[in-house]
């Protein structure tokens, strides 16, 4: 099937008449954007296509939201590229891009009535973004409104913003499928960003600690779980250990007994081996400024005990420079920990 032309909407109405003179006998996906389009957008937009297919509708957005910045944030010198995005959401395979001034959106100015992001809202980069995912879910509300997709496709990097979107579109029945998409990252681990471009390189090889500090910690859950999986199957009494070592099995009998002997882990030695990675990036030139650092439930984004059994996501969030970056990676405990 030939693809139909792809087009740029700059108005609600002339989103309206795309639809209207656009045969889509398939689905509808979004993927909204604040511009500045990179190989971690072309990654959704094109995940978008294969959910939707051949026969659906991909509308991309582009719209840097001014409610989700607060005081002293980058709204004024976060970068414009709509020509370039263009580009790229076209070769990504998206159908129109929906591209709105603040007046369009906003006719009469910031809206009076907004939604409000609840408890979970107010934690993490709640606390250091007040007001942000309020204005966050005011204008995805909006804009499900005016895209009608019957699914809408967002970037597991901003893992509390997906968390927020599923809530709301779960307690106001929003009639909209919340896909997450995995994080793209660049060759070196960094996530990709728009803010990258502010980075020096020097700054650059700071931020690195970040992706750092998440595989340190998910490579010390796994170096847990896989010890745990062994004591499974080498019982840690002392004549057990005694007798696998008598037949040879001495790094099973070493495993076994360091299972029986060890300080309990879980949660505690994966957030300090994360740590550890943040806090020498902290005493480097250019340094590391830590904004937070948690392991979270993903259903509300509290920090998970030592007891927790389940899906968690690791979380982090700092400042470079004048660049703040957040990064995350799932992890899993408990029964099936083993499989993170």
């Given at each position: 099937m030939s693809?139909?032309?792809?087009?740029?909407?700059?108005?609600?109405?002339?989103?309206?008449?795309?639809?209207?003179?656009?045969?889509?006998?398939?689905?509808?996906?979004?993927?909204?954007?604040m511009g500045a389009l990179h190989e971690g957008h072309a990654a959704l937009i094109r995940a978008a296509r294969e959910r939707v297919g051949d026969q659906g509708f991909v509308i991309v957005t582009v719209f840097v939201n001014?409610?989700?910045?607060?005081?002293?944030?980058?709204?004024?010198?976060?970068?414009?590229?709509?020509?370039?995005d263009l580009k790229t959401a076209e070769q990504a395979g998206a159908d129109v891009v929906f591209a709105p001034s603040a007046d369009e959106v906003y006719p009469g100015g910031?809206?009076?009535?907004?939604?409000?992001a609840g408890p979970m809202g107010e934690r993490l980069e709640g606390t250091s973004r007040p007001g942000h995912f309020d204005g966050m879910l005011t204008v995805v509300a909006k804009l499900l409104h005016l895209t009608r997709p019957d699914v809408a496709l967002f970037g597991q990097k901003d893992a509390q913003q997906l968390a927020l979107i599923?809530?709301?579109?779960?307690?106001?029945?929003f009639g909209v499928e919340i896909v997450g998409v995995p994080t793209v990252r660049e060759e070196d681990g960094l996530a990709l960003s728009s803010r990258n471009r502010y980075l020096s390189p020097e700054e650059r090889h700071t931020a690195l600690a970040l992706?750092?500090?998440?595989?340190?910690?998910?490579?010390?859950?796994?170096?847990?779980?896989?010890?745990?999986?062994?004591?499974?199957?080498?019982?840690s009494t002392h004549a057990r250990a005694e007798a696998l070592s008598a037949i040879g099995e001495s790094r099973a009998a070493a495993d076994a007994h360091a299972v029986a002997t060890a300080v309990p882990g879980g949660p505690a030695t994966v957030?300090?081996?994360?740590?550890?990675?943040?806090?020498?990036?902290?005493?480097?030139?250019?340094?590391?400024?830590?904004?937070?650092?948690?392991?979270?439930?993903?259903?509300?984004?509290?920090?998970?005990?030592d007891a927790f059994d389940g899906e968690a996501v690791l979380v982090v969030a700092a400042r470079v420079g004048a660049t703040r970056l957040i990064?995350?990676?799932?992890l899993t405990f408990g029964s099936l920990g083993a499989a993170s």
């Open positions: 693809r139909r032309p792809f087009e740029l909407a700059p108005t609600v109405e002339d989103l309206k008449y795309v639809y209207d003179h656009s045969a889509v006998p398939g689905r509808t996906a979004v993927v909204m954007t001014p409610l989700q910045f607060g005081a002293g944030e980058d709204l004024d010198r976060y970068p414009r590229t709509l020509d370039a910031e809206p009076q009535v907004r939604l409000s599923r809530r709301m579109a779960r307690d106001l029945n992706s750092r500090a998440l595989f340190a910690g998910r490579d010390r859950h796994a170096a847990q779980e896989a010890l745990r999986a062994r004591a499974r199957e080498v019982p957030r300090a081996a994360a740590r550890q990675v943040l806090d020498e990036a902290a005493r480097i030139d250019p340094p590391l400024r830590l904004d937070y650092l948690a392991l979270v439930d993903p259903s509300d984004f509290t920090e998970i005990g990064d995350n990676i799932p």
